[in-house]
C-alpha cells in the first residue's frame, strides 16, 4: 500500500499567471476567514470597519461619500448602505451641504471612535494570527511583490501606488 506524497495533489495550471493569481484569491480567503471571525464578534464587515478608520484619519474634520468609496482597499458598490447601517448604529453622522444637497460630509461618532479603540489590539492580535508565521524580510517582499503586481491596474489617483 502506497502512501499520498506529503504535499497532497500535484495542482495543474494553464499559466504561471494562472497559478500566482488562484493561490491569492486562495490566500485572500484563508486570511479573510480569519479577520470575518473578529468583525463578526462586532457585527462589522471589513469594509465597515475599513470606513470606520478612514474617518478617523480625517477626525474631527468629515469626508464625501465618494472620498469615502474612492479610498476603500476593495470596491463598495453600495457605499451608502454601508454608511445606513453604521450611521443605524450611531457609528458615524452624515450631513447633506445646504448649497448643495447631492454632496454628503460623513463624519466618525464618538462610539465609532470608541469601537475602533476597543478593536485596536484585537485587530493587531488578528494580522498577527495571519501572518506572523513569516519573518520581517519575507513580510516586505511579499508586500513589494503584491504592489508590484498590482500597480498596473491601480488608478493614477489612488493612494495606493
Avoid at 476593495?74 to 448643495?100: F, G, H, V, Y
Avoid at 493587531?124 to 508565521?133: G, I, K, V, Y
Amino acid at each position: 500500500m502506497s502512501n499520498p506524497p506529503a504535499t497532497g495533489t500535484p495542482r495543474h495550471f494553464d499559466s504561471p499567471e494562472q497559478e500566482v493569481y488562484l493561490n491569492l484569491w486562495r490566500t485572500y480567503d484563508q486570511l479573510r476567514a480569519i479577520e470575518d471571525e473578529l468583525f463578526a464578534a462586532h457585527d462589522l464587515t471589513a469594509q465597515q470597519y475599513n470606513v470606520l478608520r478612514l474617518l478617523r484619519s480625517s477626525h474631527p474634520g468629515r469626508m464625501q461619500t465618494l472620498a469615502i468609496a474612492a479610498k476603500l482597499i476593495s470596491r463598495a458598490p453600495d457605499i451608502t448602505r454601508m454608511l445606513d447601517k453604521l450611521e443605524q448604529r450611531s457609528l458615524i453622522m452624515r450631513e447633506r451641504l445646504s448649497n448643495n444637497r447631492r454632496v454628503v460630509q460623513v463624519g466618525i461618532t464618538d462610539m465609532g471612535l470608541a469601537l475602533l479603540d476597543e478593536l485596536q489590539i484585537a485587530v493587531r492580535a488578528c494580522h498577527e494570527r495571519q501572518l506572523s508565521h513569516m519573518d520581517a524580510d519575507q513580510l516586505r517582499k511579499l508586500a513589494d511583490l503584491l504592489r508590484l503586481a498590482r500597480l498596473p491596474h491601480e488608478s493614477p489617483e489612488s493612494s495606493w501606488r
